[in-house]
């Protein structure tokens, strides 16, 4: 079922004409009534009737806002105009919000691709698009926005693992846009029955679970440490080669292939250590 426009007409004007439809009533009641004209009087009384009834047509439309028209069970279409407006009175109305909302989902324990326990949530913006899908296709679309997003963000989460352990795969904590874009499309998928547009997606909470927090905490720990001791390790050679390398080309020493050996060692225990080294003057020769 798709939305379409139903029947409604501007309601200013439309007052004016009920305005003169009960003085015309009135006047032929009190005009008919002193000469016992029972037809007049019937007729007039018939009519205010009718005047009144054609109030209940009057309904408002506010901005950003739909009204579902059912004619007894029958969809009949949507109001969308703003503003004042009339319609078959014998038309239920049901007020539809069209302005953007957004939500954010509780904490979902779930295990990612490579089966870790993670806790994630998110926030999702979205708005109603078609009024006729929202009302009829889902018994409440609201909750079946809540429900649906919670659903696609499982989905979503266990396709993808926490941390990226090869170059160019996508996870959870390092490829924020992709992940929020998969999210978006996932939802919407779901949401499209209801007549409800996702506008946007996004991870709001991603924290690995609390039992195993503790053990990643340390591996990302040891990962820190290794990526940049072997940075330290890259500069400490490419210094000591820059030194043997001048020391040779100046002819400042000469060292036989012992000694650079040694000297090599010493300057990376130097340049890689964590501490501060203490400086040993020799004050012989070099072979003492």
């Given at each position: 079922?798709?939305?379409?426009?139903?029947?409604s007409?501007?309601?200013?004007?439309f007052?004016?004409?009920?305005i003169?439809?009960f003085?015309?009533?009135?006047?032929?009641?009190?005009?008919?009534?002193?000469?016992?004209?029972?037809?007049?009087?019937?007729?007039?009384?018939?009519?205010?009737?009718?005047?009144?009834?054609?109030?209940k047509?009057?309904?408002?439309?506010?901005?950003?806002?739909?009204?579902?028209?059912?004619?007894?069970?029958?969809?009949?279409?949507?109001?969308?105009?703003?503003?004042?407006?009339?319609?078959?009175?014998?038309?239920?109305?049901?007020r539809?919000?069209?302005?953007?909302r957004n939500?954010?989902s509780?904490?979902?324990?779930?295990?990612?691709?490579?089966?870790?326990?993670?806790?994630?949530?998110?926030?999702?913006?979205?708005?109603?698009?078609?009024?006729?899908?929202?009302?009829?296709?889902?018994?409440d679309?609201?909750?079946?926005?809540?429900?649906?997003t919670e659903s696609?963000?499982?989905?979503?989460?266990?396709?993808?693992?926490y941390?990226?352990h090869?170059?160019?795969?996508?996870?959870l904590?390092?490829?924020g846009?992709?992940?929020?874009?998969?999210?978006?499309d996932?939802?919407?998928?779901?949401?499209?029955k209801?007549?409800?547009?996702?506008?946007?997606?996004?991870i709001?909470?991603?924290?690995?679970?609390?039992?195993?927090?503790?053990?990643m905490?340390?591996r990302?720990?040891?990962g820190a440490?290794?990526?940049?001791?072997?940075?330290?390790?890259?500069?400490?050679?490419?210094?000591?080669?820059?030194?043997?390398?001048?020391?040779?080309?100046r002819?400042v020493?000469?060292?036989?292939e012992?000694r650079?050996?040694?000297?090599v060692?010493?300057?990376?225990?130097v340049?890689?250590g964590?501490?501060?080294?203490?400086?040993v003057?020799?004050?012989?020769?070099?072979?003492?």
């Amino acid at each position: 079922m798709n939305e379409h426009k139903g029947f409604s007409l501007a309601g200013i004007p439309f007052v004016g004409v009920c305005i003169v439809l009960f003085a015309i009533a009135t006047f032929a009641v009190l005009v008919s009534a002193p000469a016992q004209q029972a037809i007049g009087v019937v007729a007039g009384l018939a009519l205010e009737v009718i005047t009144a009834f054609m109030l209940k047509g009057f309904f408002q439309v506010a901005p950003n806002e739909g009204q579902v028209l059912q004619l007894f069970g029958k969809y009949a279409g949507t109001a969308r105009v703003e503003g004042l407006r009339w319609t078959n009175p014998f038309y239920s109305k049901r007020r539809i919000s069209l302005r953007v909302r957004n939500f954010e989902s509780g904490k979902l324990k779930v295990n990612d691709n490579d089966g870790n326990p993670i806790e994630i949530a998110a926030v999702v913006v979205w708005q109603v698009l078609d009024t006729a899908e929202a009302v009829f296709c889902v018994d409440d679309y609201e909750n079946y926005v809540h429900i649906q997003t919670e659903s696609a963000l499982r989905q979503m989460a266990q396709s993808y693992p926490y941390d990226a352990h090869d170059d160019g795969k996508p996870s959870l904590r390092s490829h924020g846009d992709v992940i929020n874009s998969h999210l978006r499309d996932e939802i919407q998928t779901r949401l499209g029955k209801a007549g409800v547009g996702v506008i946007e997606a996004r991870i709001s909470h991603l924290a690995y679970a609390q039992e195993i927090a503790q053990a990643m905490l340390q591996r990302q720990q040891a990962g820190a440490i290794i990526a940049a001791r072997t940075r330290i390790v890259e500069g400490a050679v490419s210094m000591v080669e820059m030194a043997l390398e001048q020391l040779s080309r100046r002819g400042v020493v000469q060292l036989d292939e012992e000694r650079k050996a040694a000297m090599v060692s010493n300057l990376l225990v130097v340049l890689c250590g964590e501490r501060g080294t203490q400086p040993v003057v020799n004050t012989g020769t070099l072979y003492n």
